[in-house]
């Protein structure tokens, strides 16, 4: 069974703590996603990775960071959390015939 | 800019009835489009898929429905059944058949199926 892996299910931290949500994926896909999911306003596209060492920002990129040491590894840093990164965060992995997300970390910034 | 939307937040539906859940999207790169469905504290799970080269799918109780002309597309699960209860995301993706699967969601619809 194909499996996207996320870290932590649910973490609280505090405003300018830096934050790192951590995502594994057992494909060996090429392309990884980070979205965020908020009420109202759907799934948004953080960044995105299509091979090793590479990165593409999304749609709201800014205030977040990512790492892609290896290709099943996917990382999401917050360099400062806020308490507007207060959200579900969902990694996927993909190739042509479907993407697959993992379960999501709610993070909640106080 | 929403370039995908789903205009419905919710809709509640009698058991055994169809559902239809509808998506419009701005964007006329699109190309494939994909329903998920996600229940709370989980993440999405793919449901079904439609090419721009179609304009119907099925899949046993599911069906997507394509129109191009009218950059519409909609969902339609029959007989409804209580474990469909959940949010449904529409999403659509541009050149996928060059390896792009970046995919743009819209803001979802809950559907609560009434037994």
């Known amino acids: 069974d194909v499996k996207v892996t996320q870290s932590s299910r649910y973490l609280v931290k505090r405003t300018g703590e830096k934050v790192f949500l951590e995502c594994v994926q057992d494909m060996d896909h090429e392309n990884m996603f980070w979205y965020r999911q908020d009420p109202g306003l759907g799934l948004r596209l953080i960044y995105f990775s299509y091979d090793v060492k590479m990165k593409e920002k999304g749609d709201i990129p800014e205030g977040y960071s990512v790492s892609r040491e290896k290709k099943e590894r996917f990382s999401l840093i917050l360099e400062s959390a806020s308490t507007n990164q207060t959200s579900m965060y969902l990694c996927a992995s993909s190739s042509r015939d479907a993407t697959t997300f993992g379960s999501g970390t709610r993070l909640t910034v106080v | 800019d929403q370039q995908v939307k789903q205009n419905s937040p919710s809709l509640s539906v009698q058991e055994g009835r169809i559902s239809i859940l509808n998506c419009d999207y701005t964007n006329s790169m699109f190309d494939y489009f994909l329903w998920y469905k996600k229940y709370p504290a989980e993440g999405p799970t793919f449901l079904i898929s439609i090419s721009s080269i179609k304009d119907k799918n099925e899949d046993g109780r599911f069906t997507v429905f394509l129109n191009k002309s009218a950059k519409h597309l909609s969902l339609h699960i029959v007989p409804s059944q209580p474990g469909d209860s959940a949010v449904y995301f529409c999403?659509?993706?541009?050149?996928?058949?060059?390896?792009?699967?970046?995919?743009?969601f819209g803001t979802g619809t809950r559907l609560t199926i009434i037994p």
């Open positions: 999403a659509a993706s541009a050149g996928r058949d060059f390896g792009n699967e970046k995919l743009t």
